[in-house]
């Protein structure tokens, strides 16, 4: 059985990771114009997304360690992107 401290370390470190995706979009949108239609689009779109693949996935059986690690990836994905 795998350690809880890790599971509890990764929902973590991706529960900061997303505050830190929240402030860069809304830094994003307050610019204005078309990059922020465009985030804003692409940040709806990528939430139903998310929520439809996390759901399908548990459904299909797997555990919630792995549809964490997989919406973890997404968000870090997010953060690197927004940084630049």
Same mark, same amino acid.
């Given at each position: 059985?795998?350690?809880?401290?890790?599971?509890?370390?990764?929902?973590?470190?991706?529960?900061?990771?997303? #505050? !830190?995706?929240?402030?860069?979009?809304?830094? %994003?949108?307050?610019?204005?114009?078309?990059?922020?239609? !465009?985030?804003?689009?692409?940040?709806?779109?990528? %939430?139903?997304?998310?929520?439809?693949?996390?759901?399908? #996935? !548990?459904?299909?059986?797997?555990?919630? +360690?792995?549809?964490?690690?997989?919406?973890?990836? %997404?968000?870090? +994905?997010?953060? %690197?992107?927004?940084?630049?």
């Amino acid at each position: 059985m795998r350690n809880y401290w890790s599971y509890w370390s990764e929902f973590g470190m991706m529960a900061i990771e997303a #505050q !830190t995706v929240v402030g860069l979009r809304m830094m %994003k949108l307050a610019q204005g114009g078309a990059g922020a239609q !465009t985030e804003a689009v692409r940040m709806i779109d990528e %939430k139903i997304h998310a929520g439809q693949r996390a759901i399908l #996935q !548990t459904m299909s059986g797997r555990s919630p +360690a792995s549809v964490l690690k997989g919406v973890h990836q %997404k968000v870090r +994905a997010n953060r %690197k992107r927004l940084a630049r």
